[in-house]
């Protein structure tokens, strides 16, 4: 005998809703609000580079959501510009999970968070968040065998002015920490 759900009829689509715009949706679960002021749409430039390669400019684009559970999600997607601005080509590419640390059920300004790329790397980066600042640093990273080596990486987001900045740093292809990436992201949704 198949079982029940082999012949049953299709299902509706997922009916949770996950939102950027805290005016819209589930309500912001309290274990969140050390993390409210991340929350939203961001876009903006950038200035990459590395050791390795030549210094970039970038467009980028960030989501952070939520769905009424303890943890935010977060999405980014990134473009490279010429020297008019105009997009040349996409670039980086990450989605990830960050969620307030737990204590006797209350949450504390220790945030974790996992951050997955397509090109087969996955941190896990642990850090705190203290009013609009968030710093993070690897405890350990993991890649596929076909994946650039990147052994750590330190991020610090925050909210300056109304825009959300960000620098990121990393340990790669035989380097110590260096910085990699920086930009300044206005907030267009939420």
């Known amino acids: 005998m198949p079982p029940p759900w082999q012949n049953a009829p299709p299902v509706e689509p997922y009916p949770y809703e996950d939102t950027h715009d805290l005016r819209t949706g589930p309500d912001l679960h309290p274990a969140l609000l050390g993390l409210l002021p991340f929350i939203g749409w961001w876009r903006g ?16 684009e960030i989501r952070i ?6 943890f935010l999600f977060y999405e980014s997607r990134a473009w490279i510009l ?8 996409a670039a980086g590419r990450e989605v990830g999970w960050w969620r307030p640390v737990m204590k006797d059920d209350r949450p504390t300004d220790e945030v974790e968070a996992l951050m997955t790329s397509p090109t087969g790397i996955m941190e896990l980066y642990l850090g705190r968040a203290e ?11 993991m890649r596929t065998s076909t994946a650039k080596e990147v052994n750590a990486g330190h991020r610090l987001f925050g909210i300056v002015e109304g825009a959300l900045l960000y620098a990121q740093e990393m ?4 380097h110590g920490l260096a910085p990699h990436l920086s930009a300044r992201l206005i907030r267009i949704g939420g």
């Open 131 to 141: 009013g609009t600042r968030l710093e993070m640093v690897t405890d350990a990273v």
């Open 65 to 70: 959501s939520h769905d009424g559970r303890p």
């Open 171 to 174: 340990a790669a292809v035989g």
């Open 82 to 89: 010429d020297e008019k601005s105009r997009p040349v080509r």
């Open 45 to 60: 430039r950038g200035r990459g580079g590395y050791p390795t390669i030549e210094d970039f400019d970038y467009a980028q």
